[in-house]
């Protein structure tokens, strides 16, 4: 299964910076698109972020351009999000998956795997 592991959530101020992780266990993510996703409180479950399998291509809904930035380290297997300026509405469970290829300057919207148990970050006024 193309299952992954989010870490690295936490509480942080206003403008305060935090770096999620996402890893695989037991397949090579460098093979995959990936994919952040985050579901905020009375929200649905929205794509933020994506990464090409190479880590040439990136893309970024409106609202965290400029402040988070994927990566990824396929050394490592891992794939990372950098989470700078944040504010309250970033509160919500952050989620990586496998995903489809990247098209254009959009992230697929569905995962190839199930979903993790997330990682929650909250931003505090």
């Known amino acids: 299964q193309l299952q992954l592991v989010e870490s690295g959530g936490g509480l942080v101020q206003t403008g305060g910076s935090l770096r999620l992780s996402c890893a695989a266990a037991g397949f090579f993510l460098d093979r995959y698109a990936i994919g952040w996703f985050r579901q905020g409180p009375g929200n649905e479950r929205e794509g933020i972020a994506c990464?090409?399998?190479?880590?040439?291509?990136?893309n970024y809904v409106d609202s965290v351009k400029g402040r988070f930035t994927i990566s990824r380290d396929n050394a490592e297997n891992t794939v990372y999000l950098q989470m700078n300026d944040l504010k309250p509405e970033d509160t919500a469970v952050y989620y990586c998956a496998a995903v489809a290829p990247l098209y254009r300057d959009t992230c697929p919207r569905t995962p190839l795997g199930p979903w993790g148990q997330g990682t929650q970050v909250t931003v505090s006024s």
């Open positions: 990464i090409s399998p190479s880590g040439s291509y990136r």
